[in-house]
């Protein structure tokens, strides 16, 4: 028997997500809390309309700070409305196509899927100077 640690390890990092989402669909976002969290759009468990995935083909970033409704969190996803441009978009996210997320204000992070990040970019093949489109979150962490 093989004992796969990096299919555990993701599952518990995607947990740690759904967790953080839980309270926030629960009590909401308390002081300064924010969550960045990074996706593939082209993930086949991932909803987003044609339009925002056009503009944000090879992988996007959410904020959920002040203006979100209708936090809904599955087993396999979760979904939420968001404004993009003043328009209140639905969309849903599968937790298999989470890169990442981070709140700033608590100083937390978590890289869930470094792999999966290096295949989206090997598959969209995103030139060197596109990957600076990347948030890195360790840029607004605080020290």
Do not use: C
Not at 2 to 31: A, C, P
Not at 50 to 67: A, D, G, R, S
Not at 74 to 80: G, H, T
């Amino acid at each position: 028997m093989i004992i796969e640690y990096n299919k555990i390890l993701k599952k518990n990092l995607e947990n740690v997500l759904k967790e953080v989402l839980k309270i926030i669909s629960n009590e909401g976002l308390k002081k300064g809390h924010h969550l960045f969290i990074t996706f593939d759009p082209n993930n086949k468990g991932t909803k987003i309309p044609l339009w925002l995935k056009k503009q944000h083909p090879e992988i996007m970033t959410i904020v959920i700070q002040y203006e979100y409704w209708d936090l809904i969190i599955r087993k396999e996803d979760f979904s939420i409305r968001l404004s993009f441009n003043d328009i209140k978009t639905k969309i849903t996210i599968s937790f298999n196509s989470v890169v990442s997320f981070a709140d700033p204000y608590a100083n937390f992070g978590l890289k869930i899927q470094d792999k999966e990040l290096k295949k989206i970019k090997k598959r969209n093949k995103i030139k060197k100077s596109d990957s600076d489109k990347i948030i890195k979150f360790e840029n607004y962490l605080k020290n």
